[in-house]
């Protein structure tokens, strides 16, 4: 690491946090070198990101792509390597200061690991990481006194809202959602609610997986899961509430009834350029509030006979065990169908569902019985969809 600053790790460096990311670092010069870029099949994105970061070791989880990448990057100084071993061992490498997990999906558990298993400072964007494991994620991070900063807006909210706590206990926490495109529709056009009017999201420019989840608030289900593991919050303290202008990113309250919020323009740059800094505050060339121009601001309480997915994931976290891991594993299988038009809208909670009635539950599983759920998991949803 060069003097001064701070070697970073982006795991998922093409996506939508990933890309993001980099922007924080392009726009704070001689504060940020990068170390590892990574993708799982994106070759052209990531090699242009490679040669404009001047990246020392990048990845490609896709291995037939890595002749694809290593000609892309021919006559760089940037080593090219291949596949998700390979990764968990460079986040894990001593010159890695900070790891930015931005991977899409259950794939980013593996490096998550790996990253805090090596003390690593890891900013976690992968949500599913911690709804799939949160335990054995969260031991992880304690017995190797590793610690996870969270990038997602709500809990990057949460986290900032609890700087302020001084220590007080705390009674509640609230999630905002925007409640996505569907917000207004009845139930009969949300059934019949084709992909390309799903990620049409009102408010955030996310990666076609998570705005999927926005539009069936599995999300907000999966923030709700991922809320309890990061701040050892019991779920039933864990309230969600639909704010569809999005600039109270979450709320904390406390038990004399005070709440502390956080509010920003909605940016994904400002979580991001918050970990990344941490404790300082970075400049992200974003938008700032006009609260003279806000106009209001407006609270609804979810609906879950339109949005049942978020009732299944509180059922999931009530459940505990091996559920939620069953319940992410059966909802990256459906939304993947749904988006290749091959199921319906209301179709991805009724596949979930029946896969977490129909999984052998586990109260307490290790890191094997996590990957014998998502395997299983996943192969039921696979089958149901057939």
């Not at 502390?260 to 970075?282: K, N, T, V």
Request: proline share 5%; with cysteine.
């Amino acid at each position: 690491m060069k003097e001064g600053k701070r070697s970073v790790a982006i795991l998922g460096s093409t996506g939508s946090i990933g890309t993001q990311a980099l922007d924080v670092i392009r726009r704070n010069p001689g504060r940020f070198e990068v170390e590892l870029l990574s993708a799982n099949c994106n070759a052209g994105l990531l090699a242009a990101q490679a040669r404009e970061f001047d990246a020392n070791n990048v990845v490609i989880c896709d291995e037939s792509r890595y002749n694809e990448l290593s000609d892309l990057l021919s006559g760089s100084s940037s080593k090219v390597f291949a596949g998700t071993d390979s990764l968990c061992a460079l986040a894990a490498a001593k010159d890695v200061d900070i790891v930015i997990g931005a991977m899409v999906g259950f794939s980013g558990l593996k490096p998550t690991l790996a990253a805090l298993e090596a003390g690593k400072i890891v900013a976690l964007a992968n949500k599913e990481t911690l709804v799939a494991a949160g335990a054995v994620v969260t031991e992880c991070a304690a017995s190797h006194d590793a610690p996870i900063l969270p990038v997602d807006s709500e809990h990057s909210a949460i986290f900032q809202c609890l700087m302020a706590a001084a220590g007080n206990k705390v009674e509640k926490l609230h999630l905002t959602a925007s409640g996505g495109p569907f917000r207004t529709w009845p139930k009969d056009r949300i059934a019949a609610a084709k992909a390309s009017d799903a990620l049409k999201h009102p408010n955030w420019d996310m990666g076609a997986k998570v705005t999927i989840d926005s539009a069936t608030m599995m999300n907000k289900g999966f923030e709700l899961i991922e809320a309890r593991w990061l701040f050892d919050m019991p779920p039933e303290k864990i309230n969600v509430v639909v704010h569809p202008e999005s600039v109270i990113h979450s709320m904390v309250e406390f038990g004399d009834g005070a709440v502390i919020a956080q509010l920003s323009c909605p940016d994904m740059r400002q979580p991001i350029s918050f970990a990344l800094g941490f404790p300082e505050r970075l400049e992200t060339g974003g938008k700032k509030l006009d609260f003279a121009k806000l106009g209001g601001l407006s609270f609804e309480k979810p609906d879950t006979e339109r949005f049942p997915c978020l009732a299944l994931a509180i059922e999931a976290i009530a459940r505990g065990g091996n559920i939620p891991c069953a319940l992410n594993a059966a909802n990256e299988i459906a939304v993947k169908a749904y988006l290749e038009d091959r199921i319906g809208f209301y179709d991805i909670p009724r596949i979930c569902e029946k896969v977490i009635s129909a999984v052998d539950f586990a109260a307490k599983p290790g890191l094997d019985g996590i990957f014998a759920t998502d395997s299983a998991a996943r192969a039921l949803a696979a089958e149901m969809i057939r």
